[in-house]
């Protein structure tokens, strides 16, 4: 059996990486960039901004550490290449994600805005091959649900809308959770790129939230309340343009 490799200069990562795989007594050997990779290292494992300085065909680089030793067991268990991989989505300013490849629990995490579940997904596929890669996603939350549909629009083959309704278990639990059941729930397909119509209620939010984000100095317009709602830009950077 293959082990991990952890080649890293960055001591936090290095850290957190060497207790995650302690945790879960996952076998790995610490090298240094000029090492020579063992015939028993199968992935290695580095932080993104040092990808490039390791020489070696299967490389995982990643900010989030238990984002990248899950996808370097998923490779090093010959998960690298799936028939079908299914993406589910709870919907939110913060979507739960979880990635079910041929059955079997890849990744689960809270991503930290709906355009980087795009970013998110595109990760995923540059280290591991899907025949067929389908998203489903949860029906709540319209206005963030339409907006993690357009960011994902070009890279899937397939979105599925799922009514949660149907899946009266989901209530009370976390939204990676969440996520893990709506990958596992049918859904009818979305055949056309949606638009993202944020509502009153959402730009009132916003608004407010921008008087608490500035200090009580201003409140954005409604303009840029609804530029921000459609993910276009963030909340500080429309305080910023007000100010």
């Keep these: 059996m293959k082990i991990i490799g952890v080649m890293t200069e960055d001591f936090n990562f290095f850290y957190e990486i060497v207790q995650i795989l302690k945790r879960i007594s996952e076998s790995f050997i610490s090298l240094g960039f000029d090492d020579a990779v063992p015939i028993s290292v199968g992935v290695i494992i580095t932080s993104k901004r040092e990808k490039?300085?390791?020489?070696?065909?299967?490389?995982?680089?990643?900010?989030?550490?238990?984002?990248?030793?899950?996808?370097?067991?998923?490779?090093?268990?010959?998960?690298?290449?799936?028939?079908?991989?299914?993406?589910?989505?709870d919907p939110g300013p913060r979507p739960g994600m979880a990635v079910i490849a041929d059955g079997r629990l890849v990744l689960k995490k809270m991503i930290q805005s709906p355009e980087k579940v795009s970013d998110e997904i595109s990760d995923i596929i540059s280290y591991i091959g899907f025949s067929k890669l389908m998203v489903r996603i949860g029906h709540g939350d319209p206005t963030n649900r339409n907006r993690t549909i357009c960011a994902i629009w070009?890279?899937?083959?397939?979105?599925?809308?799922?009514?949660?309704?149907?899946?009266?278990?989901?209530?009370?639990?976390?939204?990676?959770e969440a996520a893990m059941i709506i990958a596992q729930?049918?859904?009818?397909?979305?055949?056309?790129?949606?638009?993202?119509?944020?509502?009153?209620g959402?730009?009132?939010?916003?608004?407010?939230?921008?008087?608490?984000?500035?200090?009580?100095?201003?409140?954005?317009?409604?303009?840029?309340?609804?530029t921000v709602a459609k993910g276009v830009i963030t909340l500080r950077e429309?305080?910023?343009?007000?100010l």
Aim: glycine share 6%.
């Design 202 to 226: 959402e730009i009132r939010e916003i608004q407010r939230l921008s008087r608490i984000e500035s200090g009580g100095r201003i409140t954005i317009s409604s303009e840029l309340a609804r």
């Design 52 to 89: 490039n300085l390791v020489n070696f065909p299967k490389v995982v680089a990643s900010k989030d550490p238990q984002h990248a030793v899950n996808l370097a067991l998923s490779i090093l268990k010959g998960g690298e290449k799936f028939d079908l991989a299914i993406v589910g989505i």
């Design 238 to 242: 429309a305080i910023d343009s007000q």
């Design 185 to 200: 729930t049918s859904g009818h397909q979305v055949m056309e790129r949606p638009t993202v119509c944020p509502t009153d």
């Design 154 to 176: 070009d890279i899937v083959d397939k979105i599925e809308i799922v009514d949660e309704t149907s899946t009266t278990t989901k209530v009370g639990l976390p939204d990676v």
